[in-house]
């Protein structure tokens, strides 16, 4: 079985701020994972994916995560906040199919809401 | 352009009236599945497709059917609604032949039940 912890439902930052919204996963194998970002009143859009390839991964407006084996954990940062960045983000863990996590392979965070203040 | 339309995207109903909300998707994946998203609880999963013909229940089914006659389309379809189905509904495709393939989700339908 597979888990997905997002250790913050809500995390409140100044405009201009770093910005930290973090991931632990638990998997028995091998997992890729994904930051995905939802607007208000949007879809979720992909901001970045880890796929064993280079540790410290960079996504879409200044975002990047570095995957932890050791720690287990896929934490998201932004060096400086904007206010256009205020959104749900979701952290999901993927293995191959029929290989835990359901037949699918895909298990989700429950999410961690991004407040900006100005 | 890789695209998943979900329709309608927003829908007012009355308990017990049969709707169908439309999932379609232009890129030939195999995957298609459809969650709900309330505040507090993320994203569930009701029902998956590994392929044509293949349905699966995920974490939330009940109250839901589904159908996928061809590869393109995946409908959910509430036969008979009611006010705990009012959500936000998204449906997502995927190539899962490798588990680093990008998720695609539609824009989301906002089901309001009555």
């Known amino acids: 079985a597979q888990s997905v912890t997002q250790l913050d439902s809500h995390v409140s930052v100044s405009e201009g701020t770093p910005v930290l919204l973090r991931c632990n996963y638990s998997s028995s194998y091998s997992p890729s994972l994904f930051w995905y970002v939802q607007h208000p009143n949007k879809g979720l859009q992909l901001l970045l994916k880890y796929t064993s390839a280079a540790t410290l991964v960079k996504g879409i407006n200044g975002f990047e995560a570095e995957f932890k084996k050791s720690e287990t954990s896929f934490h998201l940062t932004k060096p400086s906040a904007h206010m256009s960045d205020a959104a749900e983000y979701f952290c999901v863990v993927s293995v191959g199919a029929y290989s835990g996590g359901g037949a699918d392979g895909l298990t989700f965070g429950k999410g961690t809401h991004l407040i900006i203040q100005p | 352009e890789a695209q998943v339309t979900q329709n309608p995207r927003y829908l007012i109903t009355v308990t017990g009236k049969k709707l169908t909300v439309t999932c379609s998707q232009n890129m030939n994946h195999e995957y298609m599945s459809w969650y709900r998203q309330d505040p507090g609880l993320g994203l569930r999963q009701i029902y998956y497709s590994m392929n044509v013909e293949v349905t699966d229940k995920g974490d939330v089914p009940e109250g839901y059917k589904v159908s996928r006659k061809e590869k393109r389309n995946f409908p959910l379809i509430l036969e008979s609604p009611s006010p705990n189905q009012t959500s936000l509904y998204f449906c997502?495709?995927?190539?899962?032949?490798?588990?680093?393939?990008?998720?695609?989700f539609g824009e989301g339908s906002w089901l309001t039940v009555v």
């Open positions: 997502a495709s995927r190539d899962w032949t490798d588990s680093g393939n990008t998720i695609y």
